[in-house]
């Protein structure tokens, strides 16, 4: 069956591009163009390469919780890296002022 009739790609080409190592729309279109024109078909190429089906997505699933993780709440890591330069910078302008 055809996946994108504007370059005649069939589900068969794309689960073989996905057997291959791409795991997105824009690494299938890549490889074969598919979802490049009217962008119909780009829902249906998501359908075909599903969700977690990808080691290398899965791989980077991993590194985010792990970063997340090691940083506690991301808000909380943000404010506190944000008051450090704002100190650092402080102190710096109060040297150069004496």
Known sequence: MYVCSCFGITEAQVKKHADAGA????QIASACKAGTDCGGCVRRIQALLGRGD??????????????TASLGHPVAATVAASAAAIGAIRDVTLSDAA
């Not at 795991?23 to 824009?26: E, G, I, Q, V, Y």
Request: proline share 11%; glycine share 0%; aromatic share 0%.
């Open 54 to 67: 990808c080691p290398r997505r899965e791989l980077l699933d991993q590194r985010q919780e792990t970063a």
């Open 23 to 26: 795991c997105t729309p824009r």
